[in-house]
Nanobody, 120 residues
Framework: QVQLVESGGGLVQAGGSLRLSCAAS????????IGWYRQAPGKQRELVAS???????NYVDSVKARFTISRGNAKNTVFLQMNSLKPEDTAVYYC??????????????WGKGTLVTVSS
């Protein structure tokens, strides 16, 4: 079992920055990857950025060069630094942890989400 708690959302003007945090607890040594997803009103949830246990990162094209995902020194916290924010970045941001129990079975854990609102 893994528990995830997000923080850091809020209201910011376009061009501003926010840093989201995801604190993981429980079986954190079994986590294969942690990612940030977002869901805007009326849209499907999409992967924004992810980082594997080995440190490999991945970003959706729309946030490349603006967002940075990283892990804290304690390894149980993952950050999403968001710069040059745009109104289209407005969404609820969710932290996700993936545990591969077998090579083909992956369990997903989700946080409750944090709202990011970017005003124009």
């Amino acid at each position: 079992q893994v528990q995830l708690v997000e923080s850091g959302g809020g209201l910011v003007q376009a061009g501003g920055s926010l840093r989201l945090s995801c604190a993981a607890s429980g079986s954190i040594s079994s986590i294969n990857a942690i990612g940030w997803y977002r869901q805007a009103p009326g849209k499907q949830r999409e992967l924004v950025a992810s980082i594997t246990s080995g440190g490999t990162t991945n970003y959706v094209d729309s946030v490349k060069a603006r967002f940075t995902i990283s892990r804290g020194n304690a390894k149980n916290t993952v950050f999403l630094q968001m710069n040059s924010l745009k109104p289209e970045d407005t969404a609820v941001y969710y932290c996700n942890a993936k545990l591969a129990t077998t090579p083909i079975v992956v369990i997903n854990y989700w946080g409750k989400g944090t709202l990011v609102t970017v005003s124009s």
